[in-house]
């Protein structure tokens, strides 16, 4: 393996930083561990070699350079949906695995989650009902209940997801800002719509849930992060709450961060207990069938009823949520972890937890 006691932030624009990133490198760098910036495609496989950015403690910033291919990896790499660069990403990520321990593998669709976590009996009744979007289901939802949401199975920022509605015999289609896209008397012209509109290969039905606070949506997000190979911690939590007029809560569509909701802290406060009870059982579960993780960022909503839900699980989350609701201790051990998890790792003198077998999924 090269270039041991090196981490390379693996992204798809090398340009881009942000704070969360450029804490790590310095908790990292104060280690003595080498920190560089890379994209799948800058890799010389011939070589062995990439090109970057690499971290300078003392200048606390980041200089063009060409570097060894780093021993870990951290993959913080966004693919753009439908982009043709794609498909070359994804073939130079698996030849780079080749080289370098991943500290976490990118989860593969929600598709592929929800599947998995429906498996254990202590989460899946906070799944809601999901199938793959398919003219039956859609039928077949649309009946149960008259108000359902479709997503894609890849992808973030609540691209992509619609809200459809039947209600007096007419059927109505809603993008996340509830700008009315289409109405249809008809299911099979609607479905023929979607399939022919919509960017995405394959999507995910579910029944609509009313998450939502004096009339904005919200939800809260809990990030899982890796303490030692075995042992997860939450790193830290927070409510998101969307814009009024929008039927999503996440920051890129206009929400806003808070670390409570006081004016209902009963319910609230007992919707935070049973999450603080699922969120650790969650990775644990995924690792079973996908592994390595490091990190996951899990959204839960609270319906009318006060029943809690697991919306989404994403194995690359954002950190501007608990880094805003979080104190200083904490969050130095948040930037610390990946610095923490490298040495355990060099330590036991093992290729890290990519080494281990992957289960199938059955």
């Known amino acids: 393996m090269t270039g041991m006691g090196s981490l390379g932030i ?15 490198a310095k ?7 080498q920190v560089v910036r890379l994209s799948p495609l800058s890799c010389n496989f011939r070589t062995l070699t990439a090109t970057g950015l690499r971290y300078d403690l003392s200048a606390g910033q980041w200089t063009k350079a060409v570097f060894p291919v780093p021993a870990f990896i951290y ?14 990403v994804s073939e130079a990520a698996e030849q780079l695995k080749k080289h370098s321990v991943f500290l976490g593998s990118g989860l593969p669709n929600k598709w592929a989650v929800y599947r998995w976590l429906r ?5 899946a009744g906070f799944l809601p009902p999901t199938q793959l979007l398919e003219e039956e289901a859609f039928s ?9 949401v479709i997503k894609p199975v890849s992808g973030s920022g609540g691209d992509g997801f619609h809200v459809i509605r039947l209600k ?7 993008n996340k800002n509830k700008e009315l896209l289409l109405a249809e008397n008809s299911r099979e012209t609607l479905y023929k719509f979607l399939k022919s509109s919509l960017p995405a290969s394959k999507y995910i039905i579910q029944p609509f849930l009313k998450l939502q606070l004096n009339g904005r949506p919200f939800d809260l997000r809990v990030v899982m992060q890796k303490e030692s190979p075995e042992h997860w911690y939450e790193a830290g939590k927070g409510y998101r709450v969307g814009r009024k007029n929008s039927y999503v809560s996440n920051l890129r569509a206009g929400g806003r961060i808070s670390s409570s909701l006081n004016h209902h802290s009963g319910q609230y406060k007992q919707a935070e207990k049973t999450a603080e009870k699922i969120s650790p059982l969650i990775p644990v579960v995924l690792e079973k069938y996908h592994q390595p993780l490091f990190e996951l960022g899990i959204d839960y909503g609270l319906d009318s009823h006060g029943k809690l839900w697991i919306i989404e699980v994403n194995s690359k989350p954002g950190y501007e949520t608990v880094l805003k609701t979080t104190d200083v201790a904490r969050k130095n051990l948040i930037f610390s972890r ?3 998890l490298i040495r355990q790792l060099e330590q036991l003198r093992i290729k890290g937890p990519a080494a281990k077998a992957q289960p199938e999924d059955k």
């Open 140 to 148: 077949a939802y649309l009946n149960a209940f008259g108000t359902v």
């Open 27 to 33: 908790h990292c760098a104060s280690s003595g561990i």
């Open 338 to 340: 990946p610095a923490s």
């Open 119 to 123: 498996k254990d009996s202590h989460i």
């Open 168 to 174: 007096d015999f007419t059927i109505s289609l809603y």
């Open 75 to 88: 993959d913080r790499c966004f693919y753009p949906p439908g982009s043709k660069e794609n498909k070359r």
């Open 10 to 24: 693996l992204q798809w624009n090398t340009e881009k930083t942000d704070y969360y990133t450029d804490q790590v």
